[in-house]
């Protein structure tokens, strides 16, 4: 007939584990030779596999070709980003203009002004420049900069997709290293 282990294929590997579940084990180092305490014992030293060193895989490289830019996503994630400078623009002018009024500059300035001869006219430029004047207008100025990148980037993008209809895009080669 045929071989009882092709009968049932998992009844011999079940035996062989069992075995190897009992052999006792044996120390090796990291060549995988025996300790020196294994070497009265020479029988049992005996390597179950050998040690296989694998090869480091090599750098690979793409090319690939930019063709396409959807130009909503590219709105979306210009909008993000004009958003976040435009918050960022806040700021700085905000903590400029604290740094400002604290080393005294606007009041050195009019003093400056009064010495000179010329008539100020009793403006104080802490005053004319005080901090929600100044950051009312960064505010203006940060929703039409947020705008108009907005619309630029998207219709940079747009052109984008016209150009490389006709030479095929930007090609970049990446590696993996």
């Not at 979306?76 to 203009?97: D, E, N, R």
């Not at 400056?112 to 403006?123: C, F, M, N, R, W």
């Amino acid at each position: 007939m045929s071989d009882p282990r092709e009968a049932n294929p998992l009844e011999h590997t079940t035996a062989s584990m069992t075995h190897d579940k009992h052999a006792p084990r044996v120390a090796r180092s990291a060549s995988n030779s025996p300790l020196i305490a294994d070497k009265d014992r020479p029988e049992e030293n005996k390597p179950v596999r050998p040690i296989k060193r694998r090869k480091k895989p090599g750098a690979r490289r793409m090319k690939l070709s930019l063709t396409h830019l959807d130009a909503w996503s590219v709105a979306k994630v210009t909008f993000m980003l004009s958003i976040a400078g435009a918050l960022i623009q806040i700021i700085a002018v905000a903590l400029l203009w604290s740094l400002l009024k604290v080393v005294g500059v606007f009041d050195q300035v009019t003093q400056i002004v009064s010495s000179a001869g010329l008539d100020a006219g009793g403006i104080n430029l802490a005053n004319v420049f005080s901090l929600p004047t100044i950051l009312s207008g960064v505010t203006i100025f940060s929703i039409a900069e947020i705008v108009l990148v907005t619309i630029l980037v998207t219709i940079f993008a747009l052109l984008y997709n016209v150009v490389c209809s006709l030479v095929g895009g930007v090609h970049v080669t990446l590696g993996d290293d």
